[in-house]
């Protein structure tokens, strides 16, 4: 059975691959790729394989932005780590989907279901419509508490979100600050990644608010915003640097 990976984390999809062989040993793993952009590539350009291990989460999108790039017709088990309850519908349909850490007894039967669907030829039951149920709903507002009083924010009217003395604000395009109760991790869970990235642990900018992007060495960059809550210029951690540049190419 020919078998793609696509999967962000290395030690994620190599422990992957030990246990598909374990599971059964005449798998063949095709490849193992990362990202929004390999895995679209290597679908255009190669023949269709018999299976897909497609993580939700990749370095440089959602995998659902594959399903835009190239029609795929193989079977998908997907890997993720959002809430079971939230996919419960998505579990009796022909693509699987497995939460991580990935089980080993888990991914048997998510095979064994693969190699039924594949012997009996019953095909893929609308995978557009599966892939729409496991997207992750997105929030369009933020609702705002100040004193005894309550009004929503808009997320096109956010430039950023944004970590000070370990409390969470939100930073609005016309320079007002409001704090919020959620984490960035949480907020980002949350938010249109089309629209948002998350440029370091203290910062979530939004596409609109960048105004300047400057080469501040081999392997960073720096950010100037329209508007910004801090007087100095933000910077790109390294290791978000290369899907930060495929975030705003895309």
Not at 88 to 113: G, H, M, T, W
Not at 198 to 216: H, K, P, T
Request: aromatic share 10%; charged share 25%; hydrophobic share 40%.
């Amino acid at each position: 059975m020919n078998v793609l990976i696509i999967e962000d984390e290395k030690p994620a999809a190599d422990k992957l691959k030990r246990m598909l062989t374990e599971t059964d040993p005449e798998i063949h793993i095709l490849d193992q790729l990362s990202s929004v952009q390999s895995a679209s590539g290597w679908l255009l350009s190669h023949p269709d394989p018999e299976l897909i291990f497609m993580d939700i989460q990749l370095e440089d999108g959602i995998c659902f932005e594959i399903f835009d790039n190239v029609e795929i017709h193989t079977p998908v088990i997907f890997t993720t780590a959002y809430d079971e309850y939230s996919l419960k519908a998505f579990k009796v349909n022909s693509v699987d989907y497995l939460l991580k850490p990935i089980d080993q007894d888990e991914l048997n039967r998510a095979v064994s279901k693969f190699k039924n669907i594949h012997q009996n030829k019953t095909g893929i039951t609308d995978i557009q419509s599966l892939i729409t149920q496991l997207k992750p709903k997105t929030k369009e507002r933020f609702l705002i508490k100040t004193g005894n009083r309550f009004h929503s924010v808009s997320v096109t009217d956010i430039a950023c979100f944004y970590i000070i003395e370990r409390c969470t604000f939100i930073f609005t395009h016309d320079g007002r600050n409001y704090p919020v109760e959620f984490s960035l991790d949480n907020i980002e869970s949350q938010i249109d990644p089309n629209r948002f990235f998350r440029v370091n642990r203290n910062f979530i900018l939004n596409f609109s608010a960048i105004r300047e992007i400057i080469a501040f060495s081999s392997s960073r960059l720096k950010l100037t915003l329209n508007t910004a809550p801090v007087a100095e210029n933000i910077l790109v951690s390294r290791e978000r640097v290369a899907a930060f540049k495929s975030w705003m190419d895309r």
